[in-house]
């Protein structure tokens, strides 16, 4: 008889998820389904709405993503106020994201993925967790990730008003300059964010790559998927989170498409499945061949191991290092496999911090001058920044008085949808077998998705008007009695 095994809610992710997992007579998988079941719509809250709202409204959407909502909105409105912000402003914005990144990636390494490799994955349900990996590594180490969160986030208030909800963000600039005193507390930070960033690479060394069943785990088929991948660069096509142009690279590392984001409606479509509430991105010039990889697929992905394949190096220095250290070790690029994601995180960790140190110590960065007023009218703008789950792109239309006439948000996890979904069912497929499902297992289904740190509070939404919903009714022999829909 077959059976369904279904996995709700999945855990140590931001919003809400679930598996069904279906078994055929002879216990294996059929298919395992990856649902997102919520939907938010602020795409639709939008409308109407002064545009210089949208860094107040959109930052809402989430609130691990705020930060990045916040900056893609504001680099959204100064292209569509066509407005430059001053050199100084610019820098405190990286100098703040970057920020942002540190206390990102710490959160998703010590109390998201973390667990599975510290503690292992197969370790007791209710030992999965940060107080499991605290029982690893010792309160000290605890009190060390909690003390550094905390000092970022002080750090992103001081500079942006709030940690939550950012204010500081305005078209052609941001709202105050910094102090003496508020650079001196980034310098500080700064240098204890990069001695925290190479002690977690160092965790990730002795606990992840010393033990050859993680090492195995990480590079098997199972958790591989041969993908386009696609990041922000800066002009050398290093990786860079606040500025630069959209590069998208092959399964075989070849450089398929390099485009400013005012370009995205071009390259990137959305692909809608009646079982879930997120839209499936693809390559538009590949186009949607289903759930497959390979290069003649457009599914793509996006986050840390993908801007790692997807630049030619990092632009700091001990960050670089370690990305020579990270494809030696792993045959090359570009690298495949989906649970390198954690790894690739950290690396990222350290280049988030070599970046606050820079920013810093740029004397430009104390200038006064932190705001360019806007004099055009609006009509059409579209910022981009790198969320720490991927991609993030805001496009807004406006009247000409700055009311908001439409929005389309495509969110970091959106980009990764597909590629997660084949993630679970292979993962399903692979661990799953002769109807043996025991806890570990499906633990080990999950971390199928939470290698990439999705999060779909921010990516359930809906182009205005076209968000299908779709109810099936059928009789106890499985056939279907009504469809009822609605397109729109």
């Known amino acids: 008889m077959s059976r369904t095994v279904v996995i709700d809610p999945i855990t140590r992710l931001e919003g809400h998820g679930k598996i069904a997992v279906f078994l055929n007579e002879q216990g294996n998988v059929d298919r395992a389904y990856f649902q997102v079941p919520e939907l938010r719509g602020f795409e639709k809250f939008a409308v109407g709405r002064p545009a210089e709202d949208m860094p107040q409204i959109t930052s809402r959407i989430c609130g691990v993503c705020p930060t990045a909502h916040h900056m893609a909105s504001t680099k959204a409105l100064d292209a569509l106020y066509q407005v430059e912000p001053p050199s100084a402003a610019k820098k405190i914005r990286e100098l703040v994201y970057a920020t942002f990144f540190v206390e990102d990636h710490a959160l998703h390494f010590y109390f998201l993925g973390g667990p599975d490799f510290v503690v292992g994955p197969q370790a007791p349900k209710g030992e999965r967790n940060i107080l499991g990996v605290l029982g690893k590594v010792g309160l000290e180490v605890g009190k060390e990730v909690i003390g550094l969160r905390r000092e970022m986030r002080e750090l992103i208030t001081r500079a942006a008003g709030k940690v939550i909800h950012p204010v500081f963000g305005l078209p052609g600039g941001i709202a105050k300059p910094l102090t003496q005193e508020d650079v001196e507390a980034f310098r500080k930070g700064a240098a204890h964010a990069v001695e925290f960033a190479k002690f977690s690479l160092k965790v990730f060394a002795d606990v992840v790559l010393a033990n050859q069943a993680y090492v195995d785990w990480i590079t098997s088929d199972i958790y591989t998927h041969k993908t386009y991948y696609m990041g922000l660069v800066d002009e050398q096509k290093r990786v860079n989170f606040y500025d630069g142009k959209l590069r998208v690279v092959d399964p075989a590392g070849r450089e398929a498409a390099l485009f400013p984001v005012s370009e995205y409606l071009d390259y990137i479509g959305e692909h809608v499945e009646p079982w879930s509430y997120i839209k499936f991105c693809y390559l538009k010039k590949v186009g949607w061949k289903g759930f497959v990889d390979g290069t003649d697929s457009g599914v793509y992905s996006v986050a840390p191991l993908a801007r790692l394949n997807a630049a030619e190096g990092m632009a700091t220095p001990a960050a670089q290092e370690e990305y020579e250290r990270f494809y030696a070790t792993l045959g090359g690029k570009p690298v495949h496999f989906t649970l390198a994601n954690h790894w690739a995180r950290l690396i990222e960790l350290l280049y988030a911090a070599e970046c606050m140190a820079e920013l810093a110590a740029d004397p430009e960065i104390l200038d006064p001058h932190v705001r360019t007023l806007p004099s055009a009218i609006p009509a059409e ?80 939404h809906a182009l205005p008007g076209s968000m299908p919903l779709i109810v099936r009714l059928y009789n106890p022999q499985g056939q279907l009695l009504r469809e009822i829909r609605r397109d729109g």
């Open 381 to 460: 703008g579209v910022g981009v920044v790198e969320a720490p789950r991927g991609t993030l792109i805001h496009h807004y239309r406006t009247d000409e008085r700055g009311i908001i006439t439409a929005a389309n948000l495509i969110v970091a996890t959106q980009n990764n949808a597909a590629r997660i979904a084949m993630s679970v069912d292979k993962a399903a497929k692979g661990l799953i077998k002769n109807g043996e499902v025991s806890d570990g297992l499906l633990n080990m289904v999950e971390m199928a998705f939470r290698a990439y740190d999705p999060c779909h509070g921010c990516a359930t």
